[in-house]
């Protein structure tokens, strides 16, 4: 059985993923802005509380032009997020230029999900805005191991050769959870084909 071992440093602990028969496969719908913020706010729209955990990819031309946006906000009453907080991200490389690997993936240690309504009245675990908001590059995957979840990115991921580049930016890509947010980021990874295979990056997760 084949094993990969990977470290989430801010959370100190060390995850070996073994086989799909252990890991919970999450359920990713794709869905529309503004609409998904109905999910959240009666009046579908909502107020975002944004931060940047950067990426340190050794080729890139300009520092801190590699990142993580990390978002948040909290649902309010007579919706279906009522009481929970949304947790949102995007990896963009649009403002950086020269050379890096491509980034495929994403994992955080996160915690409980919170299914919600977000396409077509079904429950879901993840959503992507693939229209009305930024980004070109999707889900292809969401898996959790335990607390952990690792979120693998299409079309072979996001890859820098030349100059910056509006496209190459994932969409945003969500989830909710129960607990508001933690008092600090912990360390996620951004994955990535050749060495180093991991760049350690900050992102929010709630509390857990």
Known sequence: MMR??????????????TSAAQAQLLTVVEVNAPAV???FNPSCTITVNDSQG???LPYIATPKTAWLQSRTYTG????????????????SLTEASGSADCLTGFVVNFGPVAKLPYA?????DVFVTTTGGLGTIGIK???????????TF?????????GPDVKNTTFFFGLAANNAPAPAPIDGQIVAVG??????VQARVPVH
């Open 37 to 39: 913020n109905c999910v």
């Open 141 to 151: 995957t969401a898996e959790k191991f335990s607390d952990v979840i690792e979120f």
């Open 154 to 162: 299409k079309s072979g991921g996001l890859c820098l050769a030349g």
């Open 195 to 200: 060495m180093p295979a991991i760049y350690p």
């Open 120 to 124: 077509s009245n079904q429950p879901a």
């Open 54 to 56: 950067f990426i340190a």
């Open 4 to 17: 990969i071992f990977r470290t989430i440093a801010g959370a100190a602990v060390t995850l070996a993923l």
């Open 76 to 91: 309010a009453p007579n919706t279906p997020g009522a009481g929970k907080t949304a947790y949102e991200y995007r990896v």
